[in-house]
C-alpha cells in the first residue's frame, strides 16, 4: 500500500502553533486517513494514501487544521515514492553519518525565480553548501546549522513557494514509516 506524509510548518515551535502529537494523529483519523503515525511533535504525519492528489491532501489538512484549530499551517504532502526519490536524490552523501548536518527544505512547488539563490556565492560559505533538485533543497552545513551564515541566506532568498524543512534523521525516519 502506498503512502503519504503531511509536513506541517512551524507547529509546536518555541511555544507557538500548539498541536500536540496527539490531536495530529487524531485529526488525520477525523479525515478518514488510515494506518496513520506521527513522528515527533513538529507536524510529520505517515498515513495510507487515500488516493487523492497531494497538492489537494495538504489543502484538506490546512483547511481542517483552519476550521479545528483556528491556526494557520502551511501544509506539504509528499507521496512515500516521492520521498524515497528524494532521499535518493541527496548530493551530499558524505553528510550521512553526521544526520543532523544535512537538512531538506521541502517545497511545494519547483520555484520559478531562483535568481536570489543563485546569485549566492558559494565561496563566501564554505564549508557549507546548497543544492536546489525539483522541489528540494538541500543545505549541507558540517559545523551545524544554527552557526551557518548559508542557512540564514538561503533561509532570506525568496522563492515564491510554501517550504517546511527537516534534518535528515527526519527524513530517513519519515521514509521508513512511509515502508512500513
Known amino acids: ?5 503531511a509536513l506541517l510548518r512551524g507547529i509546536n515551535v518555541g511555544g507557538h502553533n500548539s498541536f500536540p502529537k496527539a490531536k495530529q494523529l487524531e485529526l488525520a ?10 513522528l515527533l511533535q513538529t507536524g510529520n504525519i505517515v498515513f495510507a494514501d487515500p488516493g487523492t492528489p497531494p497538492q489537494e491532501t495538504a489543502r484538506v489538512i490546512h483547511d481542517r487544521i483552519a476550521a479545528d484549530l483556528g491556526l494557520t499551517v502551511p501544509v506539504i504532502v509528499r507521496t ?8 535518493a536524490a541527496n548530493p551530499f552523501p558524505q553528510a ?5 548536518s544535512l537538512h531538506v527544505t521541502f517545497l511545494s512547488a519547483v520555484p520559478a525565480d531562483t535568481s536570489r539563490l543563485d546569485a549566492l556565492d558559494p565561496a563566501a560559505f564554505t564549508p557549507d553548501q546548497y543544492r536546489l533538485i525539483g ?4 543545505l549541507w552545513c558540517p559545523g551545524g546549522i544554527g552557526r551557518s551564515k548559508l542557512a540564514d541566506a538561503v533561509s532570506r532568498a525568496p522563492l515564491g513557494v510554501t517550504a517546511t524543512a ?8 519519515l521514509l521508513a514509516l512511509a515502508a512500513a
Open 166 to 173: 527537516r534534518n535528515w534523521n527526519t527524513v530517513t525516519k
Open 96 to 100: 550521512v553519518p553526521e544526520p543532523k
Open 29 to 38: 483519523e477525523s479525515l478518514g486517513y488510515q494506518d496513520v503515525s506521527v
Open 1 to 5: 500500500m502506498s503512502r503519504q506524509i
Open 80 to 87: 512515500g515514492t516521492e520521498l524515497a526519490a528524494a532521499v
Open 135 to 138: 522541489r528540494e533543497l538541500y
